[in-house]
């Protein structure tokens, strides 16, 4: 059985490469992958935020229009004046 899935990593392993080459071998893909979780976490973050937007922030703007349309609608009404109550 192979020791290897890839065979590139195979073959790079059979070099016969020094500490240091193999050193900034790793280095280098340490880096690759932390730049592309990285990457990932920004664009979940963003999406996120997008959703906040159109689930969160424009129903409030919405529901706060309703709301005065309501309340100026009312202002048009005329107030209701109460009877006089019947003298005993």
Do not use: C
């Not at 309703?66 to 009877?83: N, Q, R, Y």
Request: hydrophobic fraction near 55%; charge should be negative; proline fraction near 8%.
């Amino acid at each position: 059985m192979n020791m290897f899935a890839y065979p590139v990593i195979a073959q790079l392993a059979a070099t016969d490469m020094t500490f240091s080459e193999r050193l900034s071998d790793a280095m280098i893909m340490l880096v690759v992958g932390m730049l592309m979780v990285f990457a990932v976490l920004t664009l979940l973050w963003g999406v996120l935020a997008i959703s906040r937007y159109f689930f969160y922030d424009i129903p409030k703007r919405r529901k706060e229009s309703e709301t005065a349309d309501a309340e100026s609608k009312l202002e048009h009404i005329a107030p209701v004046v109460p009877a006089p109550a019947p003298a005993p």
